[in-house]
């Protein structure tokens, strides 16, 4: 291992090495939790973050891993410190943990620059946890590694396999339906969820702690491990090991993050027919290390990036499978030159060398290039006068009839009309229609919730109708399916042309040739926008008001306007801020 940096140059010097008055503090604080100097003095202080929380099911095991990764820490002679951060629940937070997830990213990076951190290894893996620490970790740029919690264990009720929401919508819709009875379902609840872990479908989490990994931000193979797996136990200790490395070798996310990593990482949400979620975290992660991520580069990508991972929804198995047949590593292999090979990851060595001997073992879960689940457009951003600053949709994951689809519009002007009314007898809907969601969006929710799989109207699920055509400003959960348009942009609540829609205006929808329109003149759009009227602010004070001010629209990646650094490059990323001290 080459050391770029004497002991003498670790940033923790400061607090420690030096012989004051504030550092004779932090030495005898130091000395108070029970370690002498020979434990630390001259070591690389690692900082753990830890999302572990008694509300967070997908990180019950962090209270253990947070050990190893300490073993691994002492082992290569650095002193671990755990900290504590936000747990970001996402079963658990309301109205979404989307609201908070700048929260997080703040917190990561404040924390890493307020205490003695040399580096630090980011316990995540739970929905909005891996965007927020890496967002937090790429602005402050310290050495920093990512420690996926893996997924659960397959799901099970009655011999049939569960998946991660995917199988709840499913089995709700059925219950609705009257086709399975009160106690099926309690089976079900019983049966879905069955170890720690993230969800083991190809949601947010499969697709970001994937998404990390490609970017170079764990070790290799990491993200694919199921979370009781005894391997993921023996990672989170070479996890803590290879940290201590990386504050040797200097080796910082600014070294990691290139316009070439952030697009494998985009290839990678696509092959896997990830979760569309992934796109505003892609987005606002690139903007943090001054890379200018746009729909339209994403919907590029999309047109040439075959789905290979044969994963629910899109697909057929689970993330359990995925490892048993040979993980991520196997698929980015597979990917070819679809991938750039050069880009340089966590363990020092390129993206290329760390996939070179994998191998797939089933090529049903893994796909060959030649025998795609899907050959392209894993994902489409549709444009028109209803989205003028895009909209996306996941094909794959829609009725194929419904690509290309024109119907009339039936509006709900937010969450509760549309909850109070879509089960109405009364309602004037058919199999045609187009349901629309206002005030859905990233200020008007707030925090552009997981509302985008809108529900089909009881009646029509008695006669059997499965998809419909459904847009809003919302995100959708990566374990969902249908023809959703979301994160329509700009959003309803500030005036965006989703705003302006009425009941029975004509909504067009056309996939292949990316479009979306309401078919009403320009002259009456116009008129319509003039008689809108803002609706009254959601916050008066607090995070809330801050975020409603500062937070941008979904083709931005929803992060905060003060906390990007346009077109700065990776590199001149961070650090910048001044460090009082
Ligand atoms: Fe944590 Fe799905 S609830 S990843």
Redesign the pocket.
């Known amino acids: 291992m080459s050391k770029k940096k004497t002991p003498e140059e670790l940033r923790s010097h400061r607090w420690y090495g030096v012989n004051d008055l504030r550092s004779f503090g932090h030495r005898s604080r130091t000395s108070q939790m029970g370690y002498s100097r020979e434990e630390y003095a001259g070591k690389p202080v690692i900082a753990i973050l830890n999302t572990w929380s008694d509300i967070?099911?997908?990180?019950t095991h962090f209270k253990q891993r947070v050990e190893e990764v300490k073993r691994g820490i002492w082992q290569a002679g650095g002193f671990p410190v755990e900290l504590p951060v936000q747990t970001l629940?996402?079963?658990f937070q309301k109205p979404t943990t989307m609201l908070y997830r700048n929260f997080l990213a703040m917190e990561v990076e404040e924390t890493l620059r307020s205490y003695p951190a040399d580096g630090v290894v980011l316990m995540g893996?739970?929905?909005k946890t891996t965007p927020a620490m890496l967002m937090g970790a790429i602005s402050m740029d310290l050495p920093a590694i990512f420690l996926p919690?893996g997924p659960m264990l397959r799901g099970n009720w009655n011999g049939a396999t569960l998946g991660?929401?995917s199988d709840t919508w499913k089995y709700w819709a059925d219950l609705r339906a009257g086709k399975i009875t009160e106690d099926d379902w309690k089976g079900v609840e019983g049966g879905i969820a069955r170890s720690p872990g993230?969800?083991m479908t190809m949601?947010?989490?499969?697709t970001m702690t994937s998404a990390a990994e490609a970017l170079g931000f764990t070790l290799p193979g990491f993200a694919s491990i199921p979370a009781p797996d005894s391997r993921h136990a023996q990672m989170s200790a070479r996890t803590g090991m290879r940290i201590v490395e990386m504050v040797w070798q200097d080796l910082k996310p600014s070294d990691i993050v290139t316009a070439g990593a952030v697009d494998n990482a985009v290839t990678t949400c696509l092959a896997l027919s990830g979760s569309t979620n992934a796109i505003v975290h892609m987005i606002a992660l690139a903007r943090r290390a001054g890379i200018e991520l746009t729909l339209d580069r994403y919907d590029a990508i999309s047109r040439r990036i075959p789905v290979l991972a044969n994963i629910r929804p899109t697909g057929q198995y689970l993330m359990e499978d995925f490892y048993y047949a040979g993980g991520l590593q196997a698929m980015l292999k597979e990917l070819g030159d679809l991938i750039d090979g050069t880009q340089l990851t966590v363990n020092g060595k390129t993206l290329g060398e760390n996939i070179a001997d994998a191998r797939i073992f089933n090529d049903d879960v893994i796909r060959r290039r030649d025998n795609p689940l899907i050959p392209d457009t894993g994902l489409a951003v549709l444009r028109g006068n209803l989205a003028p600053d895009g909209a996306v949709i996941k094909p794959g994951a829609a009725e194929a009839q419904l690509h290309v689809h024109t119907g009339p519009a039936v509006v709900f002007k937010d969450y509760n009309d549309m909850a109070a009314r879509i089960d109405s007898d009364d309602l004037a809907v058919d199999a045609n229609s187009v349901i629309v969601l206002q005030h859905a969006g990233p200020i008007g929710a707030p925090g552009m919730p997981e509302w985008g799989q809108l529900p089909i109207p009881q009646k029509l699920l008695m006669q059997g109708v499965r998809d419909m055509v459904r847009i809003s400003d919302a995100r959708m959960?990566g374990?969902s399916y249908g023809a959703c348009v979301l994160h329509v942009a700009p959003e309803s609540f500030i005036g965006g042309p989703l705003a302006l829609v009425q009941d029975g205006d004509l909504i067009e929808l056309n996939v292949p040739e990316r479009k979306l329109n309401v078919l009403i003149s320009d002259e009456e759009l116009a008129r319509r926008k003039a008689a809108w009227v803002a609706p009254e602010p959601r916050f008066t004070r607090g995070y809330g008001a801050m975020h409603q001010v500062h937070v941008m629209q979904a083709d931005k990646g929803c992060d905060f306007d003060f906390m990007q650094r346009d077109g700065a490059g990776a590199g001149a990323s961070t650090g910048g801020e001044p460090e009082i001290h």
């Not at 949601?203 to 499969?206: D, E």
Request: glycine share 14%; aromatic share 0%.
């Open positions: 967070n099911p997908c990180h629940s996402e079963p893996g739970c929905d919690a991660s929401g993230h969800c949601g947010t989490a499969s959960s374990t």
